[in-house]
Nanobody, 124 residues
Framework: QAQLIESGGGLVQAGGSLRVSCAAS????????MGWFRQAPGKEREFVAA????????AYANSVSGRFTISRDNVKNTVYLQMGSLKAEDTAIYYC?????????????????WGQGTQVTVSS
């Protein structure tokens, strides 16, 4: 069983930047893709970004492409999401997830382990 713990959320003004982190422990996540998802009040959980084990392959939702960057440090077992040019519509709980395999994907069903989430609030 893998445990994922997100941190770094908070309140930021529109146009600002924030970095959230996801620390993994428990079973090895070696070789697995990792992803970030978010869920705003009253909305379904949606894909934000994903990255493969080496970091050489990434994917982003259209809504965040060019503003957000996903990265990972496999020595620290940590995945990061650097968010820039934040907008009020980015306000949500951000969840980290570990994939079932190596493929970079935006499908929630392809992720086996989930963190508890960290709140990101963007004030306009």
């Amino acid at each position: 069983q893998a445990q994922l713990i997100e941190s770094g959320g908070g309140l930021v003004q529109a146009g600002g930047s924030l970095r959230v982190s996801c620390a993994a422990s428990g079973r090895t996540l070696s070789g697995l893709a990792m992803g970030w998802f978010r869920q705003a009040p009253g909305k379904e959980r949606e894909f934000v970004a994903a990255i493969n084990w080496s970091g050489g392959s990434t994917a982003y939702a259209n809504s965040v492409s060019g503003r957000f960057t996903i990265s990972r440090d496999n020595v620290k077992n940590t995945v990061y999401l650097q968010m820039g040019s934040l907008k009020a519509e980015d306000t949500a709980i951000y969840y980290c997830a570990a994939g079932r395999g190596v493929r970079v994907t935006g499908d929630l069903a392809d992720y086996a382990y989930w963190g508890q989430g960290t709140q990101v609030t963007v004030s306009s």
